[in-house]
């Protein structure tokens, strides 16, 4: 009987453990705790707080710490116990928190930006402190010193960052939807490449070292993921959310992808199989199928007497053809379309039904999402948003069950 009573039925969808409420503004960031019951949470209201779960199961926060300026970003190293806060006025704050977790001191402050503060990454082996920010720049200071080590500059706000430890290789996003790969120097750098694919500014991105692999999400709702060991530049295109893609976690061991998106959308995507690339689109003058020209082929519409048709291209092919040629729509997940696409006719009568089922499940986290942090050891999942609300997820029941149960239950 008691069994009975402790055994929770795996809904195969994600599990909301807690909600946390308190901050007066959007909050920018949540990171869990690892191996602790706790939060750390940065907010625009300039607060940066650490949120303990006492006996009754609520959330207190053991620490509330005002800022000069709205908190913008975060990173928490926990073996050290050091916190990084980006500020909205370009500066980042250190701070080393107590071993109970309820103490927080002051460390040093880095005068990284000349603006807000987009994303931070702290390297212990090399202490390096790196950064990107609305001042169109990354930058990687030491954190032993304090002072600036080199600058790198873009044509457009860096948005997202990640950063390979070993080979000092920093991934960077930017508003004009580019991905710029460097190599960092102790007072230099070098652009390795730079990576094109999206319609939307970059919004987040994820760096898989084992596989090494690019997941980048974008303002254009769709997900790209970057083969950067096979050196292959654009693979996969994923197209499953309705809205632009603010946060997304590779998790190895399952070979899933978390993706969360502002409308509170939250998606897990199989990886963990042999993926189609989509083509790139073909350029013609007329119909690839029916061969009418299109409105600017005015030779081929002289000689033919008949009116210009519209553009279009398959999305399974990638051949230019006219809306009468691709009146069908379909979707097609092992090429990434969740949503159903337009497609050829020809194309269309070729998918079978079992090649329409999703490889992705999709859930609903009700409120806005801006940003998300797994602790993958537990298969625990934080999000946060503009709606000032933090969520606790188990993610568990979607992500594997070789993963660790959620939180303690004390």
Wanted: aromatic share 10%.
């Amino acid at each position: 009987m008691a069994a009975e009573i402790h055994s929770r039925p795996q809904s195969r969808r994600p599990v909301l453990l807690s909600k946390v409420e308190g901050h007066q503004d959007a909050v920018s960031a949540a990171l869990l705790i690892p191996k602790e019951d706790g939060i750390i949470t940065a907010g625009e209201d300039r607060t940066i707080r650490v949120w303990l779960k006492r006996d009754s199961g609520q959330y207190w926060p053991s620490i509330y710490h005002t800022m000069a300026s709205p908190c913008s970003a975060m990173a928490y190293h926990h073996d050290s116990r050091r916190i990084f806060v980006g500020q909205d006025n370009g500066a980042i704050m250190e701070f080393h928190i107590s071993e109970d977790f309820n103490k927080m001191n002051f460390v040093k402050t880095y005068p990284a930006h000349q603006n807000r503060v987009s994303a931070i990454t702290f390297c212990l082996a090399s202490e390096w402190l790196i950064s990107t920010g609305h001042d169109k720049c990354i930058s990687w200071m030491c954190t032993r010193s304090g002072s600036m080590l080199g600058r790198h500059y873009f044509t457009s706000w860096a948005s997202c960052l990640q950063y390979d430890h070993e080979t000092q290789h920093a991934f960077v996003g930017d508003y004009s939807g580019q991905i710029t790969l460097l190599k960092l120097e102790q007072n230099t750098c070098s652009v390795i490449t730079t990576l094109k694919g999206h319609e939307g500014s970059i919004t987040s991105l994820w760096w898989d070292p084992v596989q090494r692999l690019l997941f980048s999400g974008a303002s254009d709702h769709s997900i790209i993921m970057w083969d950067i060991g096979g050196r292959k530049g654009r693979t996969l295109l994923l197209q499953g959310h309705h809205d632009k893609v603010q946060a997304i976690c590779y998790i190895q061991l399952t070979r899933q992808l978390v993706s969360c998106s502002a409308d509170g959308g939250i998606a897990v995507w199989n990886m963990d199989i042999s993926r189609e690339e989509a083509p790139q689109w073909l350029e013609s003058d007329s119909c690839q199928k029916c061969e009418q020209p299109f409105f600017w082929n005015i030779k081929q519409m002289w000689d033919t007497k008949t009116i210009g048709l519209r553009q279009h291209h398959c999305r399974k092919c990638g051949q230019a053809v006219c809306g009468k040629c691709s009146t069908k729509r379909s979707s097609y997940p092992i090429m990434g379309f969740e949503f159903q696409v337009r497609v050829c006719d020809s194309c269309f009568e070729s998918i079978k039904d079992e090649d329409r089922t999703s490889l992705a499940t999709f859930h609903e986290g009700k409120h806005n999402i801006s940003h998300m942090s797994m602790d993958i050891s537990r298969g625990l999942m934080v999000t946060c948003g503009s709606d000032r609300i933090v969520k606790i997820w188990d993610m568990t029941p979607v992500v594997g069950c070789s993963l660790a149960t959620g939180f303690s239950s004390r």
